[in-house]
């Protein structure tokens, strides 16, 4: 909307001529989505504490958790959408197709999560919607947004997958593109719920994820740029760095109330939303396999999740003591700060190596 604006006063004013640039609107969505968060954030978290809008805690967790978490606000993903949509809206380029599917990436997987952490408040237990049920819903609703992306993007690119580390590596998935999405965008999703189950865990590893292809975005839709570190150039790509850039503005003002010990958790409205606007955004700068990487503690907590299940079902013994994995070390004795430290630092480590994939072909 500011964008707009600004845009037309130009041949009046000069100086609007900087809100042009994808640096300065990524910088301006940043702050615009933190500041949002910062001015929503208590009031949200008084009212859904008076309204005992919270989660119940799963009794075979960690006892901890029963003792410490009970009775925390959850839905804290809502101030988050309020802060990106804020964000994107008043800075972002509405005529670009890419901001208005990612704005239906995160706002439909953002009602679905909030349904689902609805019934778990209304049942007075963990589980919510049935996770056949949530799977299928999440297929539909990405299905919904691939169908946009293919009908209204003018990438040639679309069907292509690139490999990391290799100049001329790229397969021509044809139609097998379509289930090969559902599979990134579905699946960045969950691996992000998964993930979310200590304070501030999910938080930080989203930023660096975000930051990685804030900039990963702006290099892809830049022609010389592209054309130096050899990667796919994709014309208006680079408006994804202003949907990047409210996603960490929004986490980093969630993280001042997330930060141990959480007044309030993001829940699914949060998680199922913005792991689905991440996967998004890796199948539209044709990054999924970096996706894969710089959101590696992602991958890791919904493998040991299938790792687990798979065990048990066809032995009848665990892998591990609980799963997801950041659960198991609490239950090895890990203090809950010591596990969301040292995997923001596993997390940092493998966003470094994303970033460096772009120039190590």
């Known amino acids: 909307m500011l964008f707009s604006l ?93 901001n208005w599917f990612l704005i239906y990436i995160a706002g439909s997987f953002g009602l679905l999560g909030a349904y689902d952490d609805y019934k778990k408040i209304k049942k007075n237990n963990s589980y919510g919607i049935s996770s056949k049920l949530k799977i299928f819903i999440q297929i539909i609703l990405a299905l919904i947004g691939i169908i946009i992306i293919y009908l209204f ?94 996603i960490i503005g929004a986490c980093l003002g969630f993280l001042w109330f997330n930060a141990p010990p959480a007044k309030i958790f993001m829940g699914d409205t949060g998680s199922l939303s913005l792991g689905g606007s991440l996967g998004a955004i890796g199948i539209i700068t044709k990054h999924e396999i970096v996706l894969a990487i710089t959101g590696g503690l992602f991958v890791l907590e919904a493998i040991s999740v299938i790792a687990q299940v798979i065990s048990f079902k066809l032995t009848g013994k665990r892998i591990f003591k609980m799963a997801p994995i950041h659960h198991h070390f609490e239950k090895k004795g890990w203090p809950e700060s010591t596990v969301v430290i040292r995997f923001w630092i596993i997390s940092i480590i493998l966003a470094m190596i994303g970033l460096a994939t772009l120039k190590l072909r």
């Open 6 to 98: 600004f845009s037309n006063l130009v041949d009046i004013f000069s100086f609007f001529n900087v809100f042009k640039y994808l640096t300065v609107r990524t910088g301006l969505s940043m702050f615009t989505s933190m500041i949002v968060v910062f001015i929503v954030g208590n009031p949200l978290i008084n009212y859904f504490s008076a309204k005992q809008i919270h989660n119940p805690i799963r009794d075979d967790g960690p006892s901890e958790h029963i003792i410490k978490k009970i009775g925390t606000p959850t839905m804290g993903g809502l101030m988050i959408l309020l802060g990106v949509f804020s964000g994107v809206l008043l800075w972002g380029d509405l005529s670009n197709p890419y």
């Open 153 to 246: 993007s003018d990438s040639s690119e679309i069907k292509n997958l690139y490999f990391p580390f290799f100049k001329n590596l790229v397969i021509n998935l044809g139609w097998f593109f379509v289930p090969f999405y559902l599979f990134v965008i579905v699946g960045s999703s969950n691996a992000v719920n998964l993930t979310d189950g200590l304070d501030g865990l999910a938080t930080v590893p989203v930023i660096l994820v975000a930051a990685c292809f804030a900039f990963i975005s702006y290099v892809t839709g830049n022609i010389v740029f592209s054309d130096y570190l050899q990667i796919p150039y994709i014309e208006g790509v680079g408006e994804v760095s202003i949907f990047c850039g409210s």
